[in-house]
C-alpha cells in the first residue's frame, strides 16, 4: 500500500530512509494531480479519474499504490498490455474489491489516453450482436 515515486519508478516508502530521497524527484499520491497540472492537464491524473469512474476501490488502502505503480509503467510504456499492467501491479495487493476494475480503470486510462473507445467494464453488458464497440 506504500509505494511512492522515486525518481519515477516505485519504491516502497516503508523501506525508504530519507538520506535515500535526499535530491531526488519524489512523488506521492498527494502530490499526483499537482503533478499532473504541473503537466499541462486539468484536475485529478488520468488514472485517479478513472480509478473513481471504474469504481476500483472501497476502502482505499491499496489504491495509492496501485495508481503510482499504474503512473510509473504509463510514464515509460503508454500502452501497455494487459499482462505488463498485471506484472506493474503485482507487488500491490487489494483486499476489497478484487482486481477487475482496477485492471478495467488502467484499461481505461490507456484507452483514453490513446483516443481508443473505452473498453466494456464488468458491470456493463455485452453489446448486442451487430451493436459492439
Ligand atoms: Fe481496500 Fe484495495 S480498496 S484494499
Do not use: K
Amino acid at each position: 500500500a506504500c509505494p511512492v515515486l522515486l525518481d519515477g519508478r516505485p519504491v516502497l516508502a516503508c523501506l525508504l530512509l530519507a538520506r535515500e530521497a535526499e535530491g531526488r524527484e519524489l512523488l506521492t499520491i498527494e502530490g499526483l494531480a499537482q503533478a499532473h497540472v504541473a503537466a499541462g492537464g486539468q484536475g485529478a491524473d488520468a488514472l485517479q479519474e478513472a480509478f473513481d469512474r471504474c469504481g476500483a476501490l472501497q476502502c482505499g488502502f491499496c489504491q495509492s499504490g496501485m495508481i503510482l505503480s499504474a503512473r510509473a509503467l504509463l510514464a515509460r510504456h503508454p500502452a501497455p498490455r494487459e499482462d505488463e499492467v498485471r506484472q506493474a501491479l503485482s507487488g500491490n495487493l487489494c483486499r476489497c474489491t478484487g482486481y477487475t476494475q482496477i485492471l478495467q480503470a488502467v484499461a481505461l486510462a490507456v484507452a483514453e489516453a490513446c483516443g481508443q473507445p473505452a473498453p466494456r467494464r464488468a458491470w456493463e453488458p455485452a453489446a448486442p450482436p451487430g451493436e459492439e464497440r
